[in-house]
């Protein structure tokens, strides 16, 4: 982080120049694989030197990556290993049920939680043996409001500040809903079984 700072305005040059995009979301997915920095700077960043909507599109493709990646190895590589884990630990037991009845929308509610480390959500999901697209699909669809989040706070908070308020407001809001949502699902699925 040192060393970003120390560079930060040669580092903001060679992220603007023309022909780095690639190697911009290359260098996006490595830092979500191998998380350095807090992964909403890296966003915001990305904000502040593509715009908000093509700096979030990068993150978003390149966290999406990086959860395939890890999620793939894990469940393919490593997969006796990570039952092993989970299989340790006895009071994961009925949360992992819970979590393999509910694939879905519990990868959604985990991306959607700010306070649950995105690379403990891939390695999870694998060694619980969730399915692959189901997780892909859930892991996109609930990264979108963090990232659009970040990335209009890097793009535009500067010069707008009560827009950057407005969004951290729906964002709290979308929090709310979901969970909202999800606690209803949950109970209609407890009244059935």
């Known amino acids: ?7 930060r305005y040669t580092i903001l040059d060679w992220l603007g120049q023309d022909g780095h995009a690639l190697l911009s979301i290359l260098a996006a997915a490595a830092l979500a694989l191998f998380p350095v920095v807090p992964y909403k700077a890296v966003i ?9 909507l ?9 966290t999406t990556a990086a959860a ?24 994961l037991d009925k949360f992992t049920a819970a979590v393999q009845r509910h694939p879905f ?20 999901a694998a060694a619980a043996g969730l399915p692959f697209w189901s997780f892909i699909l859930a892991s996109g669809l609930g990264k979108i409001p963090g990232i659009a989040l970040f ?24 929090l709310l809903l979901f969970g909202i949502l999800l606690k209803g699902g949950w109970h209609r699925s407890k009244g059935s079984a």
Request: aromatic share 14%; hydrophobic share 55%.
């Open 1 to 7: 982080m040192g060393a970003a700072f120390i560079y």
């Open 54 to 62: 093509a700096g979030g599109a990068m993150c978003w493709l390149a």
């Open 151 to 174: 990335a209009f706070l890097g793009g535009s908070a500067r010069e707008h500040p009560a827009a950057a308020g407005i969004a951290a407001a729906l964002y709290i809001a979308a």
């Open 68 to 91: 395939a990646l890890m999620f793939g190895g894990v469940k393919w590589l490593f997969p006796e290993k990570g039952r092993a884990y989970l299989s340790s630990i006895p009071a």
């Open 105 to 124: 929308a519990s990868v959604v509610a985990a991306r959607l939680l700010p306070v649950i480390p995105q690379s403990a959500v891939n390695v999870y």
């Open 44 to 52: 915001g960043l990305f904000g502040y030197v593509y715009g908000s």
